[in-house]
T-cell receptor, first 115, second 111 residues
């Protein structure tokens, strides 16, 4: 069964350092999402791609966060510099389309701890 | 997207049906009802979705009221492995549509 792959699974970084997360969506899925989940809360959308284009990044803190999906396949989310408040689970999801009637499938996430 | 209201927690005995309610009284005609669940420290898992009609798959059944203002997710024979946070989400049917998560219902299945 195809899965969304994310790496690393866990990451510990010091405050003010740069950190990056990688996501490989299910093959053929045009839409890719990055979510952030703070402990005890539901996931919050950071950025949504349709192929290589950003269609929603309204909740992405653009002063420190960046995301790219250069060839419309895998994607990287970067934080520079990391802050203590960035400690969270970062989740990637993909779907065949961004249409509201299609399923989105999530990866296992990257657990980030900023010290 | 319409807001949803779910009870913060529920208990269910193993082997019994778990019925998880969701209120979405402001839902529009072009909005789907989705259910996901999240087992501790894992990514959310898709369960089921529907627009107007009731839906069933190998995991669960989704019952949507005729006025579409509420729905119920049914796990027919709950097991300990179904212990998780269950999220009810209303999602518009247009393009570039996103999933907006609330705080969900924490279902505890007990022996």
């Amino acid at each position: 069964e195809a899965e969304v792959a994310q790496s690393p699974r866990y990451k510990i970084t010091e405050k003010s350092q740069a950190v990056a997360f990688w996501c490989d969506p299910i093959s053929g899925h045009a839409t890719l999402y990055w979510y952030r989940q703070i402990l005890g809360q539901g996931p919050e959308l950071l950025v949504q791609f349709q192929d290589e284009s950003v269609v929603d990044d309204s909740q992405l803190p653009k002063d420190r966060f960046s995301a790219e999906r250069l060839k419309g396949v895998d994607s990287t989310l970067k934080i520079q510099p990391a802050e203590l408040g960035d400690s969270a689970m970062y989740l990637c999801a993909s779907s065949r389309t961004g249409y509201g009637g299609t399923e989105a499938f999530f990866g296992q996430g990257t657990r980030l701890t900023v010290v | 997207d319409a807001k949803t209201t779910q009870p913060p927690s529920m208990d269910c005995a193993e082997g019994r049906a778990a019925n998880l309610p969701c209120n979405h009284s402001t839902i529009s005609g072009n909005e789907y009802v989705y259910w996901y669940r999240q087992i501790h420290s894992q990514g959310p898992q898709y369960i089921i979705h529907g627009l107007k009609n009731n839906e069933t798959n190998e995991m669960a059944s989704l019952i949507i009221t005729e006025d579409r203002k509420s729905s119920t997710l049914i796990l027919p024979h709950a097991t300990l492995r179904d212990t998780a946070v269950y999220y009810c989400i209303v999602r518009v049917s247009g393009t570039a549509s996103k999933l907006t998560f609330g705080t969900g219902t924490r279902l505890q299945v007990t022996l």
